[in-house]
């Protein structure tokens, strides 16, 4: 808990300032996922946006930006629905068959 008065602003200005970028990054992430559910024009203009304004303040690094604005542009123009998030499949290292030894 906070005593001296200085700390006390901080803290207040620090959950402020959590909750507006808690807000930022759900509304980036739910516009990218509705944007590659349905690529039209508007929507692409609406998610280079965001992006462009997550790369500003840092939430994204600029190659990430790049690389997704490339990757809007590319669903808008082939026209597919792609999912929006893709989960790494686990892969199982498959640990060779011991052999008998025979004598």
């Given at each position: 808990?906070?005593?001296?008065?200085?700390?006390?602003?901080?803290?207040?200005?620090?959950?402020?300032?959590?909750?507006?970028?808690?807000?930022?990054?759900?509304?980036?992430?739910?516009?990218?996922?509705?944007?590659?559910?349905?690529?039209?024009?508007?929507?692409?203009?609406?998610?280079?946006?965001?992006v462009d304004k997550a790369v500003k303040s840092g939430l994204y690094h600029f190659n990430k930006g790049s690389r997704l604005k490339a990757?809007?542009?590319?669903?808008?123009?082939?026209?597919?629905?792609?999912?929006?998030?893709?989960?790494?499949?686990?892969?199982?290292?498959?640990?060779?068959?011991?052999?008998?030894?025979?004598?």
């Open positions: 808990m906070p005593i001296s008065l200085s700390a006390k602003k901080s803290q207040r200005k620090s959950l402020k300032n959590y909750k507006e970028n808690v807000l930022f990054k759900n509304k980036v992430k739910l516009t990218i996922k509705k944007f590659l559910t349905k690529p039209t024009p508007e929507g692409l203009k609406e998610a280079y946006s965001l990757k809007f542009a590319k669903q808008l123009k082939s026209g597919k629905a792609a999912v929006a998030i893709t989960k790494t499949k686990k892969t199982v290292k498959k640990t060779p068959a011991k052999r008998k030894v025979v004598k």
